[in-house]
C-alpha cells in the first residue's frame, strides 16, 4: 500500500501527516522548521519513509508550502484546517488556530465551507512566538510554563498588545512581587484575549495549532469563556492531515 | 498550486494607453518645472480634493503632495524617508504620505530629481481641504513655515449624512473668502468666466473618469483596480484643465476597444472583488500579478470612485464645488458610506469584498468602524480584512496577506 503525506510547513514547526489509503491518519511527526524549509520536511519524508511506501506527490500548505523540490501540490492552510476539523467533527463550527506566527479564526458552515477567515494583526501577540519571547526574558523554558500556570492563585492582566511592552509590564510585576504562576496565567490569558477579540464567536469552538497542546491550561482559560469547546488529539497535525485529504 | 504540470498561464495585456499617460504626466510635471525655474507662473501646492479649479482658473501651476507621497510609495521609497520624519517628531502612527513627504524633503530627495528638479516646485502659496483629513493641514503647515508663504484652508464636517444647504453654502463661502488671498499671490485677478471654464472642465474630466471606471462593469472588467491607481493620475494632478479630457478620451477608446474584443485586464477573469481602502502603493505590480494568477479582478475601489466630482456645474461654479468636495466619500456619514459601497458592490457585480486596513490611515479604513460587518449582513457579500498600509512596508506582512488572499478566492470558489 503507498501512503500520502500531507505536510504544514509552517513558520516554527512542520508537520507531518501520514494518511492511508482509506484517508485515516496513521502517523505524525514534527520538526523545528529552520531556514530550509526543504530540509525539514525531508526529515519528515524520510522518518515516514522507514516504514512506508510513499505516494508522490506530496500535499503541502503553510509558509513554505511551494517551496519543496519535490512533486508536491500546495494548499491554502486555512483550506486544509477546515477540511480536517469538519471531517472530524461534521457539524458547522469556529476555528480558532493558535501557531507559533498566526493565529488564525475560521467560521465553517454546515457544508464544511469556510464561511469567514481572519488572521491575527502582523505582531505576534496572541501567539506562540509571545509565549517563547517572555519565556526568553524570564529564563524558563515554554515546558515549564503549564506548570507554572496550574499553581497560579490571582488572575493578573497583561494589558500589552507588543510583546516588548508586556515584558516591561512584566517587569513591572516582579517589582512589585506578583508570583511567576500569576504572571504565567496573565500571559495565557492575553492569547486569549487577542483570540476573542478576532470575532465574535457563537458556536461550538474547536482550538487548534501548537500552542493549545503545549499549553493546556490555554486551554482550560478558553473553558471558562466557551462551554462547548475540544481540543481534538493531533490538533497541531489538522492542516497537513487536511491537506491529504483536500486532494483526494 | 503545484510543481508538476505547470500551467502555461495567459499574460496580462498591458494597456497601450501608458504612453500617453506617461507623456500626459511628463508635461504636466515639466509645466512646474518651467514654473519653478522662471518664475512665469506662481507655484501652488493643494490637496488632492481641494479647490484646484479655482487655482488653475487663477494661472497658478498647481502641485499635489499627495501625488507626491504616492510617487515615493510606488517608487518603494517610502520606508527610506518616514524615520526621518519621525525623526523629527512626527508620529510613524500617523499619515505616511506625510511622514515620507516630509522625510524626503527634510532629505532633500525627491522622484522629481530624475525629471530635472532640484527639489520638490517651491510654492508661493499652500491650499488645503480637510475633507479628507485633519493631517493635511498638519502637513501643509510645515512648508508653509519652511518656505515662508501663506497657507489656506477650507474646514469641511467630518461625517456629514446630508448634504444640506447649511454644509454648501458655508463651504462655499469658504471658497469664495480664498479668492481675495489668492489674488494677493496670483498674477492675475479672479476671473468668474475663468473659474467657471475650469470647473466645466473638471466635470467633463471626471465624467470621462468615471466612465473609464464603469467600464469595468463589463465581463471580463477591462480594466482593474491596479490598472485605475496609475491612471488615475491626470484626474487627481490635471482636474479643471483640458489636458485630463484628452487623456480619458484615449484610456476610455482603449477600453471600450477591448469590451469589443472581450480582452480583460486579467486574462481567465472568474472572481470579481471590490477593493475598500487605499493601494499598498508598495505593492501595485506584486499584487495585481498576484489576483491575475489568481484568476481574479480587482473591479471597482472605494479610492478610484472617490474622484468623480460629477456635480461639478459651471453655472453655479462655489457652490457646485462645495457640494462636489463635500459628497466625497471619505468625509460622508457611516450611513452614507454604506449605501455608496453597497451600490458599487452590486453596479459592479462584485463577488467579494476586500477591506484594506490601512495602519495610518484610519479614516481610509472602514473596516475599523465595523462596515465589513454591517455591509455583509445585508449584501451577504464575503469578504477578508488585509492589514498594510499606504506607504510604510513595515505595517505589512507579505507572506500573512498571500496566504490570506489565496484562501480568500478559495473560499470565493467554493473552497
Known sequence: MKYKIGIDLGSSYTKGAL?????????????????????????????????????????????????????????????????????????????????????????????????????????????????????????????????????????????????????????????????????????????????????????????????????????????????????????????????????? | MSNQNMQTREEIIKLQSVQALRQTMDDYFSRLKDATETGRKKIAWCTSVGPAELLYSMGFEVYFPENHGAMLGAGKNADKYIP?????????????????????????????????????????????NTNQCREVGDWFSFYAKHFNVPVLGIYTPLGINELSAVVIDNISKQLQALVPELEKIADQK????????????????CVLWREVLETAMHKPAPINFFDAAIHMGPIVVMRGTQYAIDYYKILKDELENRIENHIGAVPQEKHRIYWEGMPLWFKLSSMAKLFAKLDSCIVASTYCNSWVFDDLDGNDPFNS?????????????????????????????????????????????????????????????????????????????????????????????GN
Request: hydrophobic share 35%.
Open chain 1, 19 to 248: 494518511v492511508d489509503e482509506n484517508n485515516k491518519l496513521i502517523e505524525v511527526r514534527c520538526v523545528k522548521t529552520g531556514y530550509d524549509f526543504n530540509r525539514a520536511a525531508n526529515k519528515i519524508i524520510d522518518e515516514f519513509k522507514v516504514n512506508y511506501e510513499i505516494q508522490d506527490p506530496v500535499f503541502t500548505c503553510g509558509y513554505g508550502r511551494d517551496q519543496l523540490k519535490i512533486p508536491f501540490i500546495s494548499n491554502s492552510e486555512i483550506i486544509a484546517l477546515s477540511k480536517a476539523v469538519f471531517d472530524l467533527y461534521k457539524r458547522k463550527c469556529s476555528v480558532v488556530d493558535i501557531g507559533g506566527q498566526d493565529t488564525k479564526y475560521i467560521k465553517i458552515n454546515d457544508q464544511g465551507q469556510v464561511d469567514k477567515f481572519k488572521m491575527n494583526r502582523k505582531c505576534a501577540a496572541g501567539t506562540g512566538s509571545f509565549i517563547e519571547e517572555i519565556a526568553y526574558r524570564l529564563d524558563i523554558s515554554t515546558e515549564e510554563f503549564n506548570d507554572f500556570a496550574k499553581q497560579a492563585t490571582e488572575e493578573v492582566k497583561i494589558n500589552s498588545f507588543c510583546t516588548v511592552f508586556a515584558i516591561s509590564e512584566i517587569i513591572g510585576m516582579i517589582k512589585n512581587g506578583t508570583s511567576l504562576p500569576n504572571i504565567i496565567i496573565g500571559i495565557y490569558n492575553s492569547i486569549v484575549s487577542r483570540c476573542v477579540e478576532m470575532s465574535p464567536i457563537e458556536d461550538f469552538l474547536v482550538l487548534s495549532g501548537g500552542v493549545p497542546p503545549r499549553h493546556p491550561m490555554i486551554v482550560e482559560q478558553f473553558k471558562k469563556i466557551f462551554h462547548n469547546l475540544e481540543n481534538p488529539e493531533n490538533s497541531q497535525f489538522l492542516a497537513a492531515y487536511g491537506c491529504v485529504l483536500l486532494n483526494n
Open chain 2, 84 to 128: 526621518t520624519a519621525v525623526a523629527h517628531g512626527y508620529s510613524p502612527e500617523i499619515c505616511s504620505y506625510l511622514t515620507s513627504d516630509i522625510g524626503a524633503f527634510i532629505q532633500n530627495e525627491t522622484p522629481l530629481q530624475k525629471m530635472g528638479f532640484k527639489s520638490v516646485p517651491k510654492p508661493d502659496i499652500l491650499v488645503y
Open chain 2, 190 to 205: 479672479f476671473d468668474i468666466d475663468k473659474f467657471r471654464e475650469a470647473v466645466n472642465l473638471s466635470h467633463d474630466g
Open chain 2, 321 to 413: 464645488s462645495a457640494l462636489a468636495y463635500s459628497k466625497l466619500f471619505i468625509v460622508r456619514s457611516a450611513d452614507a458610506k454604506q449605501e455608496v459601497l453597497e451600490q458599487l458592490m452590486s453596479d459592479f457585480s462584485v463577488d467579494g469584498i476586500i477591506y484594506h486596513e490601512a495602519k495610518t490611515c484610519p479614516r481610509n479604513s472602514n473596516n475599523c468602524f465595523g462596515m465589513q460587518s454591517r455591509a455583509n449582513s445585508n449584501n451577504k457579500i464575503p469578504y477578508l480584512e488585509l492589514n498594510g498600509d499606504l506607504n510604510d512596508p513595515r505595517c505589512y506582512s507579505e507572506e500573512q496577506s498571500v496566504i490570506a488572499i489565496e484562501t480568500f478566492i478559495q473560499q470565493l470558489a
